[in-house]
């Protein structure tokens, strides 16, 4: 490093490694991490990765047996090799990778680009990515290094349910404000435990969680020591938190942070303070409690803590099971976009459900397929040069005759041929029900490979922009989690007395679309399908417009 704060620092002996594609970044960590007393095994710089990368020199530092907690910055990939060799390691070795991938903002992409001189990653992929391989992005600085302590406590959770508990009403209130907003759910204790709390706890107390001891404490400084134990045999309680934002003379601190300790200690579970006064924070830390300033700080450090196990666990499960393999991609000079007809039969092939159309190449075939579907239908004008329809006149809804049918047969045909387009036909579909115009997308990323995009459809789709990220391989519960993201997910469970939506055969859907991008037989580039009209649970969803990329 070109660093000289080691010149003024001891050289202590840690679990963390840090590895960065800066120099200054490299460094920065280290020295938060020392002002909490906790020793770094590794740091080290790659500059812009000319010669040896980051997620390479990572690999070499993950099978450290050492090394507990992995911290990296990145500010480019140009390549995952090497990082899905580093998750692989990390997830046999349960080892936790945070990443600090800067370059979220287009300025930030620029910034990034000139820096390394490395092209900039899609930010919404880089997400998929990390989540695929169970490494925890990051938002910010803080961010990579404030939960480290908790990662080095070798604590095991099995929920992120929290229980809080502290001599301040406001901070009970403002501790469920703050996991509320992480997504930690305040435990719901059991009867029996409220009952005894009830009996050590003065009447005007609030036993349910979180529990307000009130200035109670300053009589009674072993409040305390009497309710942790009784808390610890609740099942519903996987993590706590205790804040003392009051304290002092009068307060046995020494009492409470050796009390804390000890309930930490017996429950294994994990457990953070929250305490302003320095004095008061420091006896807690003397007894290896995790300390920080605020409840905010707290339950923001525990649930990234949380979640990343969570994350963790489901990652090494999908792995166990197998999933299908990523044929290498042989990048293509020239693609070609097949018409809608085309698209529409390369889907079925593959087992995703499509209305029911006829491909037309005459006005009798146009009036014969309206008699065989049953009107009223759409009609559609097919050419392999034309992506957009509907801009074009070309897109005709609700055609409720035979002779209406043969009509707009021979006008998509002047129209397509107007505009000097190959005329492969018209289709003739089934005016297809559903409840919700969905958005099935997928391309290949230049550096992540295949990604499939799931989200709120119809015209508006670029617009609002309600979409989430996949990379395949994934299984059908990911899919679900995904669909979980999006802004209109209360929709699928039905609002208002509407029955749920059809999740199942979407989610279904999507992961078909997954097989045909990992399938390099299929040399599918990229498609669209938009809408996809989603309908009641037990009905199915229907795509009803698609376009496809081949090389």
Request: proline content about 5%; charged content about 25%.
């Amino acid at each position: 490093s070109f660093s000289t704060m080691f010149m003024d620092m001891d050289r202590a002996e840690g679990h963390v490694a840090m590895l960065s594609q800066s120099g200054a970044l490299s460094t920065v960590p280290v020295g938060f991490l020392r002002q909490r007393g906790i020793g770094v095994r590794h740091t080290h710089a790659t500059g812009n990765d000319a010669d040896i990368t980051v997620g390479e020199l990572a690999v070499a530092v993950a099978e450290d047996p050492e090394v507990k907690l992995l911290l990296l910055y990145l500010e480019s990939i140009p390549e995952t090799k090497y990082l899905e060799e580093l998750a692989s390691v990390a997830l046999a070795r349960d080892l936790p990778i945070i990443a600090l991938k800067s370059g979220r903002s287009e300025a930030g992409r620029k910034a990034a680009q000139s820096h390394t001189g490395a092209l900039a990653n899609e930010d919404r992929v880089v997400d998929a990515f990390f989540e695929q391989h169970g490494i925890w992005r990051a938002p910010d600085m803080r961010g990579l290094v404030e939960a480290t302590e908790l990662y080095l406590k070798g604590w095991k959770p099995r929920g992120r349910r929290l229980v809080a508990i502290s001599n301040s009403g406001a901070v009970c209130v403002m501790t469920a404000d703050a996991a509320t907003n992480v997504g930690m759910p305040m435990a719901k204790l059991s009867a029996e435990t409220d009952r005894k709390l009830k009996g050590i706890l003065p009447s005007f107390a609030t036993t349910t969680n979180p529990i307000d001891l009130t200035a109670a404490l300053l009589s009674n400084s072993r409040l305390f020591g009497d309710i942790l134990p009784v808390i610890a045999e609740d099942p519903a309680a996987d993590a706590f938190l205790i804040g003392v934002p009051v304290a002092g003379p009068g307060y046995d601190v020494e009492a409470f942070a050796r009390d804390a300790a000890a309930f930490g200690r017996q429950t294994g579970k994990p457990l953070v303070i929250a305490a302003t006064q320095k004095s008061v924070a420091d006896q807690f830390v003397a007894e290896g409690s995790s300390v920080f300033p605020t409840e905010t700080e707290a339950d923001t450090a525990l649930h990234q803590f949380l979640a990343h196990r969570e994350l963790m666990a489901r990652t090494k499960a999908r792995h166990a099971q197998g999933s299908k393999a990523r044929a290498p991609w042989v990048p293509a000079a020239t693609t070609t976009m097949l018409n809608e007809a085309d698209s529409l039969a390369l889907l079925a092939e593959r087992g995703v459900p499509v209305v029911a159309h006829r491909l037309c190449r005459s006005r009798a075939e146009a009036i014969a397929a309206f008699e065989t579907i049953g009107g009223p239908v759409v009609v559609k004008g097919c050419s392999a040069d034309i992506a957009h329809k509907s801009e074009l006149g070309l897109v005709k809804l609700g055609v409720a005759s035979r002779e209406e049918a043969g009509e707009v047969w021979a006008q998509m045909e002047a129209i397509i041929r107007k505009h000097g387009s190959r005329f492969d036909g018209v289709i003739v579909a089934a005016m297809a029900g559903g409840r919700r115009e969905i958005m099935i997308g997928a391309h290949r990323d230049p550096v992540f490979g295949p990604v499939v995009a799931v989200g709120d459809g119809g015209k508006y789709v670029e617009i609002f922009g309600d979409t989430a990220l996949l990379l395949p391989p994934f299984s059908k519960d990911e899919a679900k989690a995904a669909l979980q993201k999006l802004k209109i997910a209360p929709l699928f469970a039905g609002v208002r007395g509407e029955p749920p939506m059809d999740v199942e055969a979407l989610c279904d859907a999507v992961m078909r679309i997954g097989d045909l991008m990992l399938d390099p037989t299929a040399k599918v580039v990229s498609l669209d399908l938009n809408p996809v009209l989603l309908d009641s649970a037990g009905k199915g969803c229907v795509v009803v417009d698609a376009v496809v990329f081949q090389r």
